[in-house]
């Protein structure tokens, strides 16, 4: 089919509201007066902007007897050009492709000049979509092909305050002038309700996007100060013991120097652990966390880890008690090491008086439970919940001098998660608390035990 632009002669533009409502007048009124309703309940519906835009196009088409096929322009700033977001009767996909000029082909035109166009006859047809560029035509035959052609066509703009939004552009296949001043004045008043409709959902849009702007740059400004905050306590004290250090006038023993280097190394140390976490926490923000997934011995994984610790942690003592027979799971050796050495090391940090910690690791039918008790701080029943959030911080009373991140957790809840598995806590405050995870472990066909404890 080859529509086409108009020739010297253009085809009749109807300025908005110039023309009589003769249909609206007239016996059939009612039947409009309906599907102007009717049509309006479809765009206040709750569905996808797509799916109301498809059904808008073919609610119109089933109530305009001359319109055997359909399709909405709307307008692109950034690339000014009018491209498809529905149609009816055509092939969406090859119509999607096209991109039109404000001023190519009907809806160009009709977008241009901010009015409707109606051309009555073929010849009027096929004139005002003669100036197609040649690849909009060859997408416009793909997505017209086995229509036939075009007797007479309607472009109706979509307006609202000051401008032209897209345009609503519809086919008669059958009958020469089947378009009446009726069926355009009808589509003109729905045309105004589906540019409204449109209108609000991009300021709706626009709205949320500043409300996620807002909150972003809130967290972002959370983000800084909670840093600033963690990081000047162990830089403060660096710089004081290192500024002692090179006093000249100041002489001190041999033992107290190494005393001033050993807290010097220390906070090195929490700076350093407070930057990976950072880095990790946002290569899982980025949805970068890579795992390499392997046959896992648990028992063999969780003694090492346990022994390291039991090295490092001098006021704790190390209980590790596993089931006989543990499946071997599927995970990342090194990122369930991770998980474990954050648990066991907020174990040992939280219990300030030493004591007990305690490593399990149970199996149920389709997981493993892994779980690090300890006897220290313990956590308020009103910060259970909150405990995987980023940053989190229980600052009160003995502990609010520790220092952390508050990234560990969340860093093992993603790992976890990713790996399929669920982390959660437990706590009596003031006498403990068990941390627990789970990983699946892999269907009777795949697994093997790993054959009783270490
Ligand atoms: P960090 O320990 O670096 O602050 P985490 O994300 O590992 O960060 O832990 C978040 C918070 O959860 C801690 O600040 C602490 O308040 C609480 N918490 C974590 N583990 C324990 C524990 N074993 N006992 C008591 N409180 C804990």
Redesign the pocket.
């Known amino acids: 089919m080859d529509e086409q632009p108009g020739g010297p002669v253009p085809p009749t533009s109807v300025k908005r509201g110039h023309q009589s409502s003769p249909e609206l007048q007239a016996p059939g009124q009612d039947q409009r007066l309906l599907a102007v309703f009717e049509l309006a309940r479809i765009l206040v519906s709750e569905d996808d902007q797509q799916t109301l835009l498809t059904q808008f196009l073919s609610g119109l088409i089933s109530r305009l007897e001359a319109a055997d096929a359909g399709s909405l322009w709307l307008y692109d700033a950034a690339s000014d050009r009018l491209v498809a977001a529905s149609a009816q009767g055509y092939d969406l996909a090859s119509l999607r492709q096209m991109r039109l000029a404000p001023g190519e082909a009907i809806a160009g035109k009709v977008f241009q000049r901010g009015e409707s166009i109606l051309c009555s006859t073929p010849g009027e047809t096929a004139d005002v979509m003669a100036d197609l560029t040649d690849a909009n035509r060859q997408f416009f035959v793909q997505a017209t092909a086995g229509l036939g052609e075009a007797l007479s066509a309607l472009g109706v703009p979509l307006l609202t305050v000051g401008s032209t939004i897209g345009v609503l552009v519809f086919l008669n296949l059958q009958q020469p002038s089947g378009f009446t001043n009726g069926d355009l004045f009808f589509l003109e008043r729905v045309a105004d309700l589906l540019s409204l409709s449109i209108e609000n959902a991009r300021l709706r849009e626009e709205l949320r996007g500043s409300e996620a702007l807002g909150e972003a740059n809130r967290l972002k400004a959370e983000l800084i100060s909670t840093l600033a905050h963690e990081m000047r306590t162990p830089l403060t004290s660096i710089k004081g013991y290192s500024t002692a250090l090179l006093m000249e006038e100041a002489a001190f023993s041999p033992e107290t120097q190494r005393e001033f280097l050993q807290i010097i190394d220390e906070e090195c140390d929490t700076l350093q652990h407070l930057i990976r976490d950072i880095l990790e926490s946002s290569v899982i923000d980025a949805g970068l966390l890579k795992l390499e997934m392997q046959p896992v011995l648990l028992a063999r994984l969780i003694q090492e880890v346990v022994d390291d610790m039991a090295r490092r942690a001098v006021g704790c003592r190390f209980v590790v008690d596993l089931a006989d027979r543990l499946p071997v799971v599927e995970a990342d050796p090194e990122r369930i090491t991770q998980v474990l050495r954050?648990l066991l090391d907020?174990?040992v940090?939280?219990s300030p008086g030493g004591g007990l910690i305690m490593v399990r690791a149970e199996s149920r039918p389709e997981e493993v439970v892994v779980s690090v008790a300890?006897q220290?701080?313990?956590?308020a029943p009103e910060?259970l919940h909150q405990?995987f959030e980023k940053f989190?911080?229980?600052k009160t009373g003995l502990?609010q001098h520790i220092v952390?991140?508050?990234?560990?957790?969340?860093i093992s809840h993603a790992i976890v998660e990713s790996h399929g598995g669920r982390i959660w806590a437990e706590?009596v405050s003031g006498q403990g608390?068990t941390?627990y995870f789970t990983l699946p472990v892999p269907g009777p066909d795949h697994g093997s035990d790993e054959g009783g404890a270490e």
């Open positions: 954050n907020n174990a940090k939280y300890d220290g701080v313990g956590i910060h405990l989190f911080r229980a502990i952390g991140s508050g990234l560990g957790l969340p706590s608390s941390f």
